[in-house]
C-alpha cells in the first residue's frame, strides 16, 4: 500500500526566507506525485505533478520540487517566501496512469513571519 | 470555469440523523471523487465517479455511505444515521478526461458536525 509522510507538523519562517517542506513516499514503483495548498476556507490547489522525466518541477506561485528516487522524496520548495504563502501544505501520491485515487500525507502548516 | 461547488458549506447536525451533501464539477469533468478530511489529517479517498458510473469505494465508505451521480452531473454523498465519528470536512473533487485527468480540482468542502 502507498503511504506519503510529511515529517514537519509546522514550520514558521521569515518572510524573504527559502522554504523546504518534506515529503517521502513509500511504494514500489515510481508514483505520480502532487503538492497541494490549502488556504483557509479555499479548496486544495495544486501547485506542481511530477510523473516522470525531469525531477526538477516548477510550478504555480514560484514553487518547486525534486523527486530524488534514492531518497524515496518529493521536497517543496521556494526560493523566497512571502507572506501570502501561509497556508497548509499537502504531499500526495498516486501509483499512476489511470488511477484515480490519491494517497495524501497529514499535512505542513506553514505560517510565515512579517 | 465557475470551478467545483459543494453545498452546504457548514452542516450541523444531531446523532441519528441523515445528511446529504452536494457537489456540481467543473461543467466538462467527467470524474469525480468524494474526499473526507478530517482534523490534523490529509483527505482520505472515500469513492470516485467516472460519468454516472460509480467505480470504486473505499472501505471507509461504511453502508451508512451512498454516493450517486445520476446523469453524470452533480453528485450527492448521503449519511444515513451519523455517529459523532462522521464529523469531518467532506470534499469533493472533479477532473477533465484526457492528458489533465490527474489535475483535481477541489470545492471548498462541506463540514459536517455531528452532535
Known amino acids: 500500500a502507498q503511504s506519503v509522510t510529511q515529517p514537519d507538523i509546522h514550520i514558521t519562517v521569515s518572510e524573504g526566507a527559502s522554504l523546504e517542506l518534506r515529503c517521502n513516499y513509500s511504494y514500489g514503483a515510481t508514483p505520480y506525485l502532487f503538492w497541494y495548498v490549502q488556504s483557509p476556507g479555499q479548496g486544495l490547489q495544486l501547485l506542481l505533478k511530477y510523473f516522470s522525466g525531469d525531477t526538477l518541477v516548477q510550478g504555480i506561485k514560484g514553487f518547486e520540487a525534486e523527486f530524488k528516487r534514492s531518497q524515496s522524496s518529493f521536497n517543496l520548495r521556494k526560493p523566497s517566501v512571502h507572506w501570502s504563502d501561509a497556508a497548509e501544505y499537502f504531499c500526495?501520491?498516486?501509483?499512476?496512469?489511470?488511477?484515480?485515487?490519491?494517497?495524501f500525507g497529514k499535512g505542513t502548516k506553514l505560517s510565515v513571519i512579517p | 470555469d465557475t470551478g467545483v461547488s459543494q453545498d452546504p458549506r457548514h452542516k450541523i447536525t444531531k446523532r441519528g440523523q441523515n445528511v446529504t451533501f452536494r457537489c456540481d464539477p467543473i461543467?466538462?469533468?467527467?470524474?469525480l471523487y468524494w474526499y473526507r478530511q478530517t482534523l490534523g489529517q490529509g483527505p482520505e479517498f472515500l469513492t470516485y465517479f467516472q460519468n454516472e458510473a460509480q467505480l470504486e469505494k473505499s472501505r471507509l465508505l461504511s453502508d451508512r455511505f451512498s454516493a450517486e451521480r445520476p446523469k453524470g452531473s452533480f453528485s450527492t454523498l448521503e449519511i444515513q444515521r451519523t455517529e459523532q465519528g462522521d464529523s469531518a470536512m467532506y470534499l469533493c473533487a472533479s477532473s477533465s478526461p484526457g492528458r489533465e485527468r490527474e489535475k483535481l480540482f477541489f470545492g471548498s468542502g462541506t463540514q459536517l458536525s455531528v452532535l
Open positions: 500526495a501520491s498516486s501509483p499512476g496512469a489511470g488511477s484515480y485515487q490519491l494517497t
Open positions: 461543467s466538462e469533468h467527467n470524474r
